[in-house]
């Protein structure tokens, strides 16, 4: 986003590595060889020392940044206020994969499912009951939902005080969450919040932004797919006050929210009752484990 300030684009020259789950250790060696050494500015989110065997730790990229380089450490954007109940279904096969795609027209690995319309499938329930679970919920869930947004935030503040970090998130979601929408998913913040992180960060960098910047920036939401209605228990649980959003959205496709149940069922039916039975029992340990 830093690429629609006037300003920055006079004064920098932006670097963009591939994340961190994904770059490989001889790609990291050459950006570090062949970028680190003219490096005015590293922008960087903290990375344990032991995760994906070591090596790519921010300690060890810090260390390998100029004695003059600017550091900016910034916490990771994830945050289950929003979707307590959602998950992301992993360990599906090749054909499952294809499956999911041919449906959502969207790659299985970024869209999440929701346990309520997982249960309700599961139940045997029909697909227009399953929509009113995703909204009402199941029991205590309000209850559930409002102490996970409470867990997910505490987490983000551990970890910002944890790693000392220069830009901080907590306090504005704490401020904000219920007139603003700041995630689209747990790991896909709206513009409002990545505004507010850049404010920091520009700030640290001394780089002026001017209204029209501030005008483009609101305007962009690189990260607004995909995006669910919040469910009613949710929004009721934690007095959240936003407009409500009445689809859900893939990159390619629209859902209208009545569509969207049917939707889930269609690729459920393709799975074994056991692979959903898993995917509600890994989510119950997740959410206990936050």
Known sequence: MFQVIERFNQDYTYHRTKPVHRISASELRACVNDVFPSLDTLIHQPVRSGFRGGGFSSDYIRSQAPANARLISF???????????????KNLTLEQRQKH???FEAAAVDTFHFTQVIRAYLEGLPATEALKRYHDGYGDDGDFALDYARRSLAKITAAEAAHQLDVKVAGFINDTYQSRQLFNTPRHPTSHLLVYVIDQMAALMGLPIGEDDRVRLRRKE???FPSYPVQNYVREAQGLTF??????RTKRRTFAIADMAPAFYSFYDTLPRAQLEKALHTYEIAAKAL
């Open 75 to 89: 916490p990771s954007l994830q945050y289950y206020g929003y979707q307590p109940a959602s998950l992301v279904l």
């Open 101 to 103: 795609t041919e449906i």
């Open 222 to 224: 690189p990260l607004l």
């Open 243 to 248: 407009p409500g959003q009445e689809t859900f």
